[in-house]
Nanobody
Framework: QLQLVESGGGLVQPGGSLRLSCAAS????????IGWFRQAPGQERDQIAC????????FYADSVKGRFTISRDNDKNTVYLQMNSLKFEDTAIYYC?????????????????????WGQGTQVTVSS
């Protein structure tokens, strides 16, 4: 069974850092485009980053550009989201998702409907 599990969330002060992990089982993450999304209370779920199968192409939402970095460790079958300079407005539930149907090695979709597999989410709270 294909499964994604996020970890690494928690409580952090503004300006702090966290690294989220997205571990896959049942398939290889290197065969999928991977996206990170987040949903703040009362708001819609939005994409904040994605990485193509080749790792040569990444995307970041303007709200996190320059602060967050998405990366992949194929040996560990895990995708990471390094989050630095965290702000109050980064507080949300963070989800990873996989798009194994993506045929291009150089593209990751911004359409949530393209992602077939989702993790359960991990809470990130930025508070002083």
């Amino acid at each position: 069974q294909l499964q994604l599990v996020e970890s690494g969330g928690g409580l952090v002060q503004p300006g702090g850092s966290l690294r989220l992990s997205c571990a896959a089982s049942g398939f290889g993450l290197d065969d999928a485009a991977i996206g990170w999304f987040r949903q703040a209370p009362g708001q819609e779920r939005d994409q904040i980053a994605c990485i193509a199968k080749s790792d040569l192409v990444t995307f970041y939402a303007d709200s996190v550009k320059g602060r967050f970095t998405i990366s992949r460790d194929n040996d560990k079958n895990t995708v990471y989201l390094q989050m630095n300079s965290l702000k109050f407005e980064d507080t949300a539930i963070y989800y990873c998702a996989a798009d194994p149907k993506q045929t291009s090695n150089y593209y990751c979709s911004g359409d949530q409907q393209e992602y077939d597999y989702w993790g359960q989410g991990t809470q990130v709270t930025v508070s002083s």
